[in-house]
């Protein structure tokens, strides 16, 4: 196999950024696509927003609580898990919007729920 010279090297890379590309716009459309219709899929959209803009992984998701959001800021915290290190990361301007609602009405409407399934004197 003989060695790729420079412009051969240069076709390379500005194709596979191009497909890098064209899979973000995938993800973003489906992010920007999906319908949110109850809490649960509030939730849904709301992670995979974070998966698609933030790039996440599942063990990060599974950390992440309501005080790591800076949403004034337009921020979130990530704490370090196993290999990564953790980090703070920009949000995009839909997603502040969304992780609010989900905040303020989602999680409060759950955690009321909840409290009304319990005995009067766990409450």
Same mark, same amino acid.
């Given at each position: ?7 051969? #090297?240069?076709? /390379?890379?500005?194709?596979? =950024?191009?497909? *890098? =590309? /064209? ?7 489906? $992010?920007?696509? $999906?319908? *949110?219709?109850?809490?649960? @899929?509030h939730?849904?959209? %709301? *992670?995979? !927003?974070?998966? &698609? $803009? /933030? !790039?996440? @992984?599942?063990e990060e ?15 979130i915290?990530v704490?370090?898990? !196993?290999?990564?290190? !953790? ?7 839909? /997603? &502040?919007?969304?992780?609010?609602? #989900? %905040?303020l009405? &989602? ?15 766990? @409450?």
């Amino acid at each position: 196999m003989s060695p790729l010279n420079f412009n051969d #090297y240069l076709a /390379q890379k500005k194709m596979a =950024s191009k497909t *890098i =590309s /064209q899979h973000q716009a995938n993800l973003e459309n489906l $992010y920007e696509r $999906y319908e *949110i219709r109850d809490e649960r @899929t509030h939730r849904n959209k %709301v *992670i995979l !927003g974070l998966l &698609v $803009y /933030q !790039g996440l @992984t599942r063990e990060e998701l599974e950390t992440l609580r309501p005080e790591h959001l800076k949403l004034r800021e337009g921020k979130i915290q990530v704490l370090a898990t !196993g290999k990564l290190n !953790g980090r703070i990361l920009r949000l995009e301007p839909h /997603q &502040v919007i969304d992780l609010q609602e #989900y %905040v303020l009405l &989602v999680r409060q409407n759950c955690n009321a729920k909840r409290k009304g399934c319990l005995p009067a004197e766990m @409450t």
